[in-house]
């Protein structure tokens, strides 16, 4: 192919052979020699010293296991600020509700795909390593909870509903009453209550926020949404702090 | 209560890290053999040492998967070794009460 002698016979040179699969990494469990303890075992453990190790382990391991740091709230908040703001500065005005411009959607779209991009990055950091099939679970049952709020969209739309129901307060408040109904019922059988109270703080925010009408609920949700993640953010700094 | 009741399986530096970071864990994870390695610090032969005594105590479990990129040992804290770091800390407590 490149005038280079194929060593493997096979008609393409390894060189440029970017088909085959690496190589498997050996498994250090496998090619590791078992080593000698007698050093650790000798030493003397003072109760004192083995209460300050397992504090400091655990807060360490918590900390590099945690799925949902602070500042990823932080961000979350910010994002959703300007992600429903734009919509909201887009339609404020409209009078009947005809629904966001394309910017606005453009602008909404965007950052949210910066925010999964983000979010992602941060969560492979932290799952590195670690496997569960709940997990996997978790995601599949969710994201198919998501999608099927927007596929009703389609239907209302299908069905001549009024715009400002299908391209206004549904889109709004839909994916986070129905997604955050179910994050709360899910966090609330884990017994994590603080996470399951965010949820049910979020679905409130939802149902109420409707109230504004199909202009009105998206500057709400930007503004409520936004606060709201920032108060989690800050909870669960103190927390890990504590 | 002296320092003897501490369960002398824990009552060791590595062993207590080890056990300490897999019960930070949410239940039914599991935790690589490298990463594990990475996060407590340890050489390969060691590491395995420490985790075989866990094994053999049925602390942890290790599982090995192979799929294409090789083979992959994977470790968990079971629910008996929970309960043993449970005990571990509870009578820790009390030692450090009466120091």
Not at chain 1, 107 to 116: E, N, S
Not at chain 1, 208 to 215: I, L, N, S, T, V
Not at chain 2, 31 to 58: C, D, M, V, W, Y
Request: net charge negative; aromatic share 8%.
């Amino acid at each position: 192919m490149n005038g280079q002698p194929d060593p493997a016979g096979s008609g393409m040179s390894s060189r440029f052979d970017t088909f085959s699969p690496p190589p498997p990494e050996p498994d250090p469990w496998e090619t590791a020699a078992e080593g000698g303890t007698d050093d650790d075992e000798a030493d003397e453990l003072d109760p004192r010293d083995a209460a300050a190790l397992l504090a400091q382990t655990t807060q360490q391991a918590e900390r590099q296991f945690d799925e949902q740091p602070a500042f990823v709230l932080f961000v979350a908040g910010l994002t959703v600020l300007i992600a429903y703001g734009a919509v909201w500065f887009s339609v404020r005005h409209q009078h009947p509700y005809v629904g966001p411009t394309g910017t606005a959607l453009g602008v909404l779209y965007g950052v949210l795909a910066v925010w999964i991009v983000f979010v992602v990055t941060v969560l492979r950091r932290r799952l590195s390593g670690r496997s569960s099939p709940r997990r996997q679970l978790e995601g599949i049952v969710f994201a198919s909870v998501w999608i099927c709020v927007y596929v009703y969209q389609g239907a209302l739309y299908h069905t001549d509903h009024d715009h400002a129901i299908a391209y206004g307060v549904w889109p709004a408040v839909a994916p986070l009453l129905v997604v955050g109904a179910a994050a709360a019922g899910y966090e609330a059988a884990r017994g994590k209550r603080g996470n399951a109270a965010f949820a049910v703080a979020v679905v409130a925010l939802a149902a109420c926020g409707a109230f504004a009408g199909p202009a009105g609920v998206w500057g709400v949700m930007s503004v409520g949404l936004c606060s709201l993640c920032l108060l989690a953010g800050a909870a669960r700094y103190r927390q890990r702090r504590a | 209560m002296t320092v003897q009741d501490l369960d002398p399986l824990i009552h060791v530096p590595a062993r207590l890290r080890i056990v300490a970071t897999l019960a930070a864990l949410p239940e039914d994870d599991t935790l690589s053999f490298t990463r594990l390695q990475e996060l407590i610090g340890l050489t390969p032969g060691n590491l395995i040492t420490h985790l075989r005594k866990l094994e053999e105590a049925r602390y942890i479990e290790t599982n090995k998967t192979v799929d294409g990129a090789g083979a992959r040992t994977s470790v968990a804290i079971t629910t008996r070794g929970r309960t043993a770091l449970e005990d571990y800390t509870a009578t820790l407590r009390e030692l450090l009460g009466e120091l």
